[in-house]
């Protein structure tokens, strides 16, 4: 990682904003603390500044006018929809990712847009994730080096990014009201390199602090994730805002370093924060630093809001197919099937070619300038002498077998020389607001791919889909082109990869397990509904499968290309072997060069992806056997001789030690490992590594944790993880204004608030019966906290009334009627 990057440009606004908050009234400075409407923030017409709209990312401008939601059920003004993260991150491409962060800025600039809320960087802890195609990897190193370079890239052109969801927000269920309960040094290895590492890099205008508690405090008001890490240790100089309807305790909130509250909600929680300011809660000098970093965001954001200019469509379409082929991981490919050439006959199956899954649902959904349609794509580069036949093969409007269409299907396929298949995973089934409950494609799919590869030893499988799916049928296809969700223009981009027009050099930023019950976490994910316990500690993804050696169907980093690459001449600082390190002598991040050669053996051009992996045999630490430490991406002609180059700190060879609160080194020898993937080491050598640190000695109740591939993080282990007793969770009654709405629908009142809600929703819905919009409005409906009544009807569902609500669903009868005779409930 390099080096942070100073902004001497914006170090003289600290001063102006100082300056301009003291000539603000204490009302005035709350008021700038909280949204004006869904996606403006307040301006002070008076001091020249100006309201900002922010609006969702991150793979595209989902700028809403009119009504607005922030769960993309109404259209936003058309914009060019790049590959989500899940198919950036496969592209392992610093350079490619910078270039799509400065294409956003240009559109966010054009539509006078200042925050895009972006890059999301959670951790894949679980392959159900709902939202995992909204997050780049399994690997906070490789997530944050992406993220870094696309947060550099949108703010060059003077528009801030808002990284998210800080922090531990690795699933969908209870999002809202769970606490993720994880030990202090999984937090630090794990889950938070990530933000990290942009932060520290790039310095994104925002930070958003995602919905969840973290061992039992809200985000939104937790002065160690928000104050101590983020500002104090990492140095963001940026603001923190809240996810939509993430603030719990405004006045808490403050005091622990959060500064703005989304979205706008008519100011009803201005009075807590003055009234906190008369008690000697909250102190002035805590609202004015608030006040200023909002202040300081207006000030970065004005000159962009000045220039009035357009961007070129045409050239950022173009950008996003290059992104969508460098997305695309060729899985397997027996025999050398793909490139298919461009003759004889084909047909093209399945219903995905014809109407394509290109991103994900809920509130990342860009209204695309257009969509390149797969089968269109490969009817234009074959042309009409050799036009393929389609069948679509199974319906996306349910999963029930169609045995009509299967054999429409197979009637094809027996007079054709190659089958390409389409198959992967309808909105209904991943999406923001739930989990998947499984990793399995649809029935109908499922039953094709199996009735097709009886028929012909020529079958190509392309996927759609956001996340791990298991691929049963695996040994009996040749050929199989993971493809993510490629934005609108993945179907152009497939069609070159099946005929050669690009050459596939994806890799996988995921593992994908052989089956669901192989997930590490798999034992305590989703949890219960108002807790989560990372029992499986560091063993998340290609950390928990290297090292017990489990079989997957394919590894992280993994990837395919149509040439061949070869690896040679591993040196340390330019030495061979006898490699030697001095933690004193290294910086965080650099300090120590390691280069190789790769050279492309085959014949056609094309990127290869060299991953480096700290690997370790031995420690009085449990520690995964290898990490991801560094990785380059390089283009190759035919018989042309690279240099892959990585830069490595003391972090590369660091553990967090939670007794010392801080990273330690212990001394010893590992392993310094190259390769085309976590499972693919084509090059190694043995490194000592020199450290005074002191090493805390092996904790017997932590053996469960050295031994991973038993599984049995028992309570006593994960405990003396943790360093304490596991918290119970809390109780669903009495109900308290975090209660959701799914749990007092048990009582009569709550029954009726829960059906009031939903109808409002699907009002809003631009289309009746559609079913992946109506599960994740389900799904978020059920699991909204009564709070949120409040904040997202800005205050007219009032905050008494609420109170005298939650006293009748707890049968408080009598002090609910003596509340209202007396006002209180008002």
Same mark, same amino acid.
């Given at each position: 990682m390099?080096?942070p990057?100073p902004?001497?440009?914006?170090r ?5 904003a100082t ?5 603000l009234s204490?009302a005035e400075?709350?008021?700038l ?5 869904f996606?403006?923030l307040h ?9 900002l709209?922010?609006?969702? @990312? ?8 009119g009504?607005s939601?922030h769960?993309g059920?109404?259209n936003s ?10 198919g950036?991150a496969?592209t392992?491409?610093r350079?490619l ?8 800025g240009?559109?966010c600039?054009?539509?006078?847009v200042s925050? !895009?809320l972006g890059?999301?960087v959670?951790?894949?802890?679980s392959p159900l994730c ?5 997050y780049?990897?399994e ?7 992406l993220g870094?370079a696309?947060?550099?890239?949108v703010?060059?052109q003077?528009v801030g990014?808002?990284l998210?969801h800080?922090?531990?927000n690795?699933?969908?269920g209870h ?13 630090r ?11 520290k890099r790039?310095?994104p205008?925002?930070v958003m602090?995602s919905?969840n508690?973290?061992?039992g405090t ?20 940026g ?5 939509w309807?993430?603030?719990?305790d405004r006045v808490k909130?403050l005091a622990?370093g959060?500064?703005?509250e ?5 100011g009803?929680h201005s009075?807590a924060?003055?009234?906190a300011?008369g008690s000697g809660?909250?102190?002035e ?11 300081e965001l ?6 962009a ?6 961007y070129d469509?045409a050239?950022?379409?173009?950008l996003?197919r ?13 025999g050398?099937?793909l490139p298919?050439?461009?003759? @004889?006959k084909?047909?093209?199956i399945?219903?995905?070619?014809a109407?394509p899954?290109?991103q994900?649902?809920g509130?990342?959904q860009i209204n695309?300038t257009?969509?390149d ?9 074959l042309g009409?002498d ?9 319906s996306?409007?349910n999963?029930a077998?169609d ?6 299907a197979?009637t094809l396929?027996r007079d ?7 198959a992967g995973?309808?909105?209904?089934y991943?999406s923001e607001?739930?989990d998947?409950t499984h990793m399995r494609?649809?029935?109908?799919q499922?039953?094709l791919?199996?009735a097709v590869?009886q028929l012909t030893?020529r079958?190509?499988?392309?996927l759609?889909?956001?996340a791990?799916v298991?691929?049963?049928f695996?040994d009996?296809?040749p050929a199989l082109?993971?493809?993510y969700?490629? @934005?609108?223009?993945g179907g152009? *981009?497939?069609?070159?990869?099946i ?8 890799k ?5 397990p052989l089956?669901?019950?192989?997930a590490?976490?798999?034992d305590?994910?989703?949890g219960?509904?108002r ?9 998340v993804?290609y950390?928990y499968f290297?090292?017990t050696?489990t079989?997957?169907a394919f590894?992280?980093?993994?990837g395919?290309?149509?040439?061949t690459?070869?690896y040679s001449?591993l040196?340390v600082?330019?030495e =061979?072997?006898n490699?030697?390190v001095? *933690?004193a002598?290294l910086?965080?991040w ?10 492309n053996?085959g014949a056609?051009a094309?990127?290869?992806v060299a991953?480096l992996?700290i ?10 056997r290898?990490?991801?430490?560094g ?6 002609e035919?018989g042309?001789t @690279?240099? =892959?180059?990585f830069? !490595?700190?003391?972090?590369?060879f660091a ?10 080194i212990e001394e ?5 490992e ?9 090059m190694?050598g ?8 002191q090493v805390s000695p092996r904790?017997?109740a932590?053996a469960?944790y050295?031994?991973p591939e ?10 003396a993880?943790?360093g304490?007793s596991?918290p119970?969770?809390?109780p669903?009654t009495?109900?308290h ?7 007092v629908?048990?009582?009569?009142l709550?029954?009726l608030?829960h ?7 699907k ?6 019966g559609?079913?992946?919009?109506e599960?994740?409005?389900? =799904?978020m409906? =059920?699991?909204?906290?009564l709070r ?5 009807? *800005?205050g007219?569902?009032?905050p008494?009334?609420l109170q005298?609500?939650?006293q009748?669903?707890?049968?408080q009868?009598g ?7 007396s006002?209180r409930n008002?």
């Amino acid at each position: 990682m390099n080096s942070p990057i100073p902004e001497p440009n914006f170090r003289p606004l600290l001063k102006s904003a100082t300056e301009l908050v003291q000539q603000l009234s204490n009302a005035e400075k709350a008021k700038l603390c909280s949204g004006r409407t869904f996606w403006e923030l307040h301006g002070v017409e008076r001091l020249q500044l100006p309201s900002l709209w922010v609006t969702d @990312g991150p793979h595209g401008l989902r700028k809403q006018q009119g009504d607005s939601d922030h769960i993309g059920l109404n259209n936003s003004v058309p914009a060019i929809c790049f590959p989500p993260a899940v198919g950036l991150a496969s592209t392992w491409n610093r350079d490619l990712l910078h270039e799509i962060g400065v294409a956003l800025g240009e559109a966010c600039v054009s539509e006078k847009v200042s925050v !895009l809320l972006g890059p999301g960087v959670n951790i894949k802890r679980s392959p159900l994730c709902g939202r995992n195609f909204e997050y780049f990897s399994e690997d906070p190193h490789l997530s944050g080096e992406l993220g870094a370079a696309w947060v550099l890239g949108v703010q060059s052109q003077g528009v801030g990014t808002s990284l998210k969801h800080y922090a531990a927000n690795n699933q969908e269920g209870h999002r809202m009201v769970v606490d993720a309960i994880i030990d202090e040094r999984t937090l630090r290895e794990i889950y938070l390199p990530g933000f990290e590492i942009i932060v520290k890099r790039a310095q994104p205008w925002t930070v958003m602090c995602s919905y969840n508690l973290l061992n039992g405090t809200y985000l939104a008001e937790n002065p160690l994730l928000l104050t101590r890490i983020l500002k104090e240790e990492w140095g963001h100089t940026g603001l923190v805002v809240t996810d939509w309807g993430a603030c719990n305790d405004r006045v808490k909130g403050l005091a622990a370093g959060l500064e703005l509250e989304m979205p706008g909600n008519g100011g009803i929680h201005s009075p807590a924060v003055l009234a906190a300011l008369g008690s000697g809660e909250l102190s002035e000098a805590q609202l004015d630093a608030a006040a200023t970093r909002v202040v300081e965001l207006i000030l970065k954001s004005r000159p962009a809001l000045e220039k009035d200019t357009a961007y070129d469509r045409a050239a950022h379409h173009l950008l996003a197919r290059r992104a969508a082929e460098e997305a695309c991981v060729l899985l397997k490919n027996d025999g050398n099937l793909l490139p298919l050439a461009k003759k @004889g006959k084909l047909a093209v199956i399945g219903a995905l070619a014809a109407t394509p899954r290109y991103q994900g649902n809920g509130s990342s959904q860009i209204n695309p300038t257009r969509i390149d349609i797969p089968l269109e794509e490969i009817q234009q580069l074959l042309g009409s002498d050799h036009a393929p036949q389609y069948a679509p093969g199974y319906s996306l409007a349910n999963d029930a077998i169609d045995q009509q269409l299967i054999d429409e299907a197979l009637t094809l396929v027996r007079d054709t020389d190659t089958v390409v298949l389409f198959a992967g995973l309808p909105d209904s089934y991943e999406s923001e607001g739930f989990d998947r409950t499984h990793m399995r494609l649809p029935t109908a799919q499922l039953h094709l791919i199996e009735a097709v590869a009886q028929l012909t030893d020529r079958l190509v499988v392309v996927l759609q889909n956001g996340a791990p799916v298991e691929l049963p049928f695996i040994d009996r296809i040749p050929a199989l082109l993971e493809s993510y969700l490629g @934005g609108q223009a993945g179907g152009s *981009a497939v069609a070159r990869i099946i005929f050669g027009d690009a050459n596939p050099s994806g890799k996988l930023a995921e593992t994908f397990p052989l089956k669901l019950e192989d997930a590490p976490c798999h034992d305590w994910f989703p949890g219960e509904p108002r807790q989560v316990q990372y029992r499986e500690g560091l063993w998340v993804g290609y950390r928990y499968f290297n090292t017990t050696e489990t079989p997957v169907a394919f590894p992280f980093g993994h990837g395919l290309s149509y040439t061949t690459f070869e690896y040679s001449n591993l040196r340390v600082d330019g030495e =061979a072997h006898n490699w030697l390190v001095d *933690a004193a002598q290294l910086g965080d991040w650099d300090g120590i060069r390691v280069e190789c050669e790769i050279k492309n053996t085959g014949a056609v051009a094309g990127y290869e992806v060299a991953q480096l992996y700290i690997g370790t045999r031995t420690s009085a630490v449990y520690r995964p056997r290898r990490e991801l430490r560094g990785f380059t991406k390089i283009w190759l002609e035919p018989g042309q001789t @690279g240099k =892959a180059v990585f830069e !490595l700190g003391s972090r590369a060879f660091a553990h967090w030690c939670a007794d010392a609160h801080a990273w330690k080194i212990e001394e010893g020898e590992c392993c310094i490992e190259v390769g085309a993937s976590s499972a693919d080491i084509r090059m190694d050598g043995p490194v000592r590594v020199l450290s005074t640190d002191q090493v805390s000695p092996r904790d017997p109740a932590l053996a469960p944790y050295f031994e991973p591939e038993k599984r049995a993080f028992d309570e006593p282990a994960f405990t003396a993880l943790l360093g304490h007793s596991i918290p119970a969770a809390s109780p669903a009654t009495p109900y308290h204004q975090n209660s959701t709405i799914g749990e007092v629908s048990s009582t009569l009142l709550g029954k009726l608030l829960h059906w009031v809600i939903l109808r409002s929703m699907k009002s809003m819905a631009p289309a009746e019966g559609d079913e992946k919009i109506e599960r994740m409005m389900a =799904a978020m409906v =059920a699991e909204m906290p009564l709070r949120n009544l409040v904040v997202f009807s *800005a205050g007219k569902f009032s905050p008494q009334g609420l109170q005298l609500c939650i006293q009748l669903m707890n049968g408080q009868y009598g002090t609910a009627l003596k509340n209202l005779i007396s006002g209180r409930n008002r």
